[in-house]
């Protein structure tokens, strides 16, 4: 997925991206919001390995592995987690003294919360992994410096192949 943005932040190797809000940003969590901004996400930590400036606009690029992950992690996980949990309780209550559906919906409960705990920990995990993290595939312009004068090449031969 290509989005476009502002950079507002810039670290070395790194900066932090402004982007306004798409359909596409519906049910994913890879940005944060800017609260009172009007709906816009700041992505953070992207790579950028052509060394845009705070104010240069350019496209990211979001690994599509990433997306389809992150739906799996959030979405798929916690509720496989939450039914086999319930079974498990349930089963295991069935053969002693406990009230089954009880013992099922505590472990239920349980299991899915593990799961998002070890979601949130992993997530952390791999976005410090180059191979899941957006990163900066295009300057498309540059701010102009103090003198007025723009200091950008031509935007295609600065694209991260």
Known sequence: ??????????RPGRVDVSLGRSAAC???SVCSSLSGTGGE???TDVLDPLGASVGDEVEIEIP???RIQAALAIYVAPLLALFGGYLAGFLLASRGDGNPDT???LAGIGCATLTLAAVFFR???LARKEGFAPFV???????R???GARHDGDAADRRYA
């Open 1 to 10: 997925m290509k989005e476009r943005g502002t950079v507002v932040a810039v």
């Open 26 to 28: 519906d049910g994913c």
């Open 41 to 43: 996400m700041l992505l």
């Open 64 to 66: 599509e592995r990433l």
């Open 103 to 105: 013992a099922g919906a």
């Open 123 to 125: 997530e952390r995990e």
């Open 137 to 143: 595939r295009a300057i498309i312009a540059h701010v």
């Open 145 to 147: 410096t103090s003198t």
